[in-house]
């Protein structure tokens, strides 16, 4: 079947500190791969994606690079800043998927 | 504008009562989806529609109704409410059934409460 497995939260850091969030997956086929962001009170945003191997996906200084030997998307930023707190959530889709497979979602909090 | 519009945004109801909640697209998507978040922030599918048409129904008590009266609204109905629908339901939408390559769109969630 198809997972997604992210690692675990919270995480904590401080302002500028760099960020990785891992994520592996599962999945027959050749998935896209999402990373979505949650803000507090608020919904889900799509912050980047990529939809085929080696594949890098940016937005907001986040990468993330679509990493098929390894069946990884890790999420990266340089220098995290107090508004990147959220929780961040790891999806794919499979090629022949109706709907999208979510990780576990990781809390991020970053300290001034 | 916002793309995908839920209502309402927090609703706080008691036990036993019936409840809806609303969603629009403005997207000229074709597919809809209800996503429920549990406390723990886990995200699963509950179900999708595709031009009006039921594709997905995860193992959701029958108590939970969806209807898409057109392509761009997915209400859904909630009958005789229990403390563990407590959650956060999302709608979202995409412009086709084959997600690869495309973007699913979320709208800002509706608090539900019961109590």
């Known amino acids: 079947g198809n997972s997604v497995t992210q690692m675990e939260g919270p995480v904590t850091l401080s302002e500028e500190a760099f960020l990785t969030i891992n994520c592996t997956y599962t999945?027959?086929?050749?998935?896209?791969l999402f990373w979505y962001v949650q803000y507090p009170g608020e919904g889900l945003q799509l912050l980047l994606k990529a939809t085929k191997a080696d594949d890098k996906g940016s937005n907001k200084g986040f990468e993330a690079t679509y990493r098929k030997e390894t069946t990884s998307f890790h999420l990266e930023k340089g220098s995290v800043q107090v508004s990147d707190s959220a929780v961040y959530f790891c999806?794919?889709?499979?090629?022949?998927?109706?709907?999208?497979?979510f990780g576990s979602g990781t809390q991020l909090t970053v300290l001034p | 504008d916002t793309a995908v519009s839920q209502t309402p945004k927090y609703l706080v109801t008691q036990m036993g009562n019936d409840k809806s909640i609303k969603c629009e697209q403005n997207?000229?998507?074709?597919?809809m989806y209800w996503y429920k978040q549990d406390s723990k922030k886990f995200l699963k599918i509950m179900f999708s529609y595709n031009n009006k048409e039921l594709i997905i129904n995860e193992t959701v008590p029958n108590r939970f109704s969806p209807k898409s009266p057109d392509k761009a609204h997915l209400n859904l109905h909630i009958n005789s409410l229990e403390l563990g629908d407590s959650a956060v339901y999302f709608c979202?939408?995409?412009?086709?059934?084959?997600?690869?390559?495309?973007?699913?769109?979320f709208g800002e969630g509706s608090w539900l409460t019961v109590v």
């Open positions: 999806a794919l889709t499979p090629g022949s998927a109706r709907q999208l497979t």
């Open positions: 979202a939408s995409s412009q086709s059934l084959q997600l690869s390559g495309n973007t699913i769109y």
């Open positions: 997207l000229g998507h074709d597919t």
């Open positions: 999945a027959t086929g050749y998935p896209s």
